[in-house]
């Protein structure tokens, strides 16, 4: 079945430790997003990315960086200059980048700092 | 980037009572759309209404528009346990701008 898949689902990380988020997405999907959940918040966008090898960055950028090597692959660094990074991560893909493209995620990862 | 208000922030009912939702925004929007999220779940994608239509139905959901009062609703009709989740308005402006409200809350009691 096609969908997008995120891992891991649960990570822990100390402080100032770099990690990385994979999401990777059979769909044939052209855009890739990522987009953070705060808890009782809706989802904002760090980073996209429309084609292969182009990204953008979204409204809360800074401390994450990305890439996008392959159109099934798009996965996200949470550095250490993210200074507040215990939150949910939510990967999702569309057909296109056009207007109005219908979103498709994954089940999400769950990034704790101690 | 202006995002959608939904309202109520929180909503109880009871199991086969109808659940109205409402999103509001201020500026013009391309269309919107609705998602749900289970809790600690991925959003799945529920309906999509663009900003020439006044309302579209999918099963038990029914979606309208209104462009002159920048209002949108989302009626759940004969409510199950299996709808309690939160739902988000999700405003179109532009290619690539896709902005979440902070959702609305539901819970379906038997």
């Known amino acids: 079945d096609g969908g997008i898949t995120q891992s891991p689902k649960y990570l822990f990380r100390k402080e100032g430790q770099n990690v990385t988020l994979s999401c990777e997405q059979n769909?044939?999907?052209?855009?890739m997003y990522w987009y953070r959940q705060d808890p009782g918040q809706g989802l904002r966008l760090i980073y996209y990315?429309?084609?292969?090898?182009?990204?953008q960055k979204g409204d809360i950028a800074e401390g994450y960086s990305v890439s996008r090597e392959k159109k099934e692959s798009f996965p996200l660094t949470v550095t250490s200059a993210q200074k507040n990074p215990t939150a949910f991560y939510l990967c999702?893909?569309?057909?296109?980048?056009?207007?109005?493209?219908?979103?498709?995620f994954g089940e999400g990862s769950r990034l704790t700092v101690l | 980037s202006q995002q959608g208000e939904e309202d109520p922030q929180a909503l109880s009912i009871q199991e086969g009572e109808n659940a109205t939702m409402n999103c509001s925004y201020k500026?013009?929007?391309?269309?919107l759309q609705w998602y749900r999220q289970n809790s600690g779940r991925g959003l799945v994608h529920l309906i999509l209404?663009?900003?020439?239509?006044r309302e579209k139905h999918s099963g038990r959901l029914r979606v309208t528009l209104d462009t002159s009062k920048k209002s949108s609703s989302l009626l759940i009709t004969a409510s199950r346990a299996a709808d309690t989740a939160s739902y988000f308005c999700?405003?179109?402006?532009?290619?690539?701008?896709?902005?979440f409200g902070q959702g609305t809350r539901l819970t379906i009691n038997p």
């Open positions: 999700v405003l179109i402006q532009g290619a690539q701008k896709l902005v």
């Open positions: 990315s429309q084609i292969v090898n182009d990204f």
């Open positions: 999702a893909s569309s057909k296109t980048g056009g207007i109005g493209g219908e979103l498709f």
């Open positions: 209404i663009r900003s020439n239509e």
């Open positions: 769909l044939n999907h052209d855009a």
């Open positions: 500026t013009s929007i391309n269309n």
